[in-house]
């Protein structure tokens, strides 16, 4: 080859090579790295009892896709790098994410975790939450203990970590949700403050709380309740 095409060449490789590395160290500085992969168990603190495709839409117009779930007690999502060892990463950054699509389902990640839009007319999010404790210790004779204090724990925890030694014990779920009045969201965490929320028409919607046994913790119940108060709004 010519010198100067021979240059030119070497230029272009140079050019890639610097280009991957800055890729690379974007999604290095976007995905902490911590322990983990696939693997579930029956008291899973993930959201989905696997990880799923999802796609994370950035503000900058990127995407990238890969495997994906939610990790409760952290309230951070996790992502699965198929090209590093199905090594599991943090999500981090948040403020750099506009959505995360898992599906049809749509959130986008907050300071105090992520969001599921459930709605968008009406206006109306759930964020799931879990309580937690220390896994039950062996007493002897094949008993455990679980006398220690349940903790609801969020990611400003001090001390906690999603991939931290201690042992912790999923206790139960739960849900808070947010709907908008007027153009604020208002904060939901027991069926007396939505119905409240609702006030002019308490009797209507009691009544279909009671006929549906709408169940405050199951989302898409309370999606229908949520529509059902819209629709008596017009």
Same mark, same amino acid.
């Given at each position: 080859?010519?010198?100067? %095409?021979?240059?030119?060449?070497? !230029?272009?490789?140079?050019?890639?090579?610097?280009?991957?590395?800055?890729?690379? /160290?974007?999604?290095?500085?976007?995905?902490?790295?911590?322990?983990?992969?696939?693997?579930?168990?029956?008291?899973?603190?993930?959201?989905?009892?696997?990880?799923?495709?999802?796609?994370?839409? !950035?503000? $900058?117009? !990127?995407?990238?896709?890969?495997?994906?779930?939610?990790?409760?007690p952290s309230e951070k999502f996790y992502f699965i790098d198929e090209q590093d060892g199905n090594q599991a990463?943090?999500?981090?950054?948040?403020?750099?994410?506009?959505?995360?699509?898992?599906?049809?389902? %749509?959130?986008?990640?907050?300071?105090?975790?992520?969001?599921?839009?459930?709605?968008?007319?009406?206006?109306?999010? %759930?964020?799931?939450?879990?309580?937690?404790?220390?896994?039950?210790?062996?007493?002897?004779?094949?008993?455990?203990?679980?006398?220690?204090?349940?903790?609801?724990?969020?990611?400003?925890?001090?001390?906690?970590?999603?991939?931290?030694?201690?042992?912790?014990?999923?206790?139960?779920?739960? $849900?808070?949700?947010? %709907?908008?009045?007027?153009?604020?969201?208002?904060?939901?965490?027991? !069926?007396?403050?939505?119905?409240?929320?609702?006030?002019?028409?308490?009797?209507?919607?009691?009544?279909?709380?009671?006929? $549906?046994?709408?169940?405050?913790?199951?989302?898409?119940?309370?999606?229908? /309740?949520?529509?059902?108060?819209?629709?008596?709004?017009?």
């Amino acid at each position: 080859l010519h010198p100067r %095409v021979r240059r030119q060449r070497q !230029m272009c490789i140079r050019d890639s090579i610097c280009t991957m590395r800055h890729l690379l /160290l974007s999604l290095s500085c976007l995905f902490g790295i911590v322990s983990g992969g696939y693997s579930q168990t029956e008291l899973s603190p993930f959201l989905f009892d696997t990880y799923q495709d999802a796609i994370v839409y !950035m503000r $900058n117009g !990127m995407e990238i896709r890969g495997k994906m779930n939610y990790h409760l007690p952290s309230e951070k999502f996790y992502f699965i790098d198929e090209q590093d060892g199905n090594q599991a990463k943090i999500l981090s950054n948040a403020d750099e994410v506009n959505i995360i699509k898992f599906g049809a389902r %749509v959130f986008y990640p907050e300071q105090d975790g992520g969001v599921e839009i459930l709605s968008s007319e009406p206006s109306f999010y %759930v964020q799931y939450k879990v309580t937690v404790r220390d896994k039950p210790k062996s007493v002897g004779y094949g008993g455990t203990s679980s006398l220690g204090n349940v903790k609801t724990y969020s990611s400003n925890s001090t001390g906690f970590s999603p991939d931290a030694p201690v042992k912790l014990e999923v206790g139960s779920r739960y $849900n808070v949700y947010w %709907v908008e009045k007027k153009g604020k969201k208002k904060e939901v965490r027991n !069926m007396k403050q939505f119905l409240k929320l609702n006030s002019t028409h308490k009797e209507e919607l009691e009544k279909y709380i009671k006929e $549906n046994n709408v169940c405050f913790d199951d989302a898409q119940q309370m999606l229908k /309740l949520c529509i059902y108060a819209d629709s008596l709004l017009k």
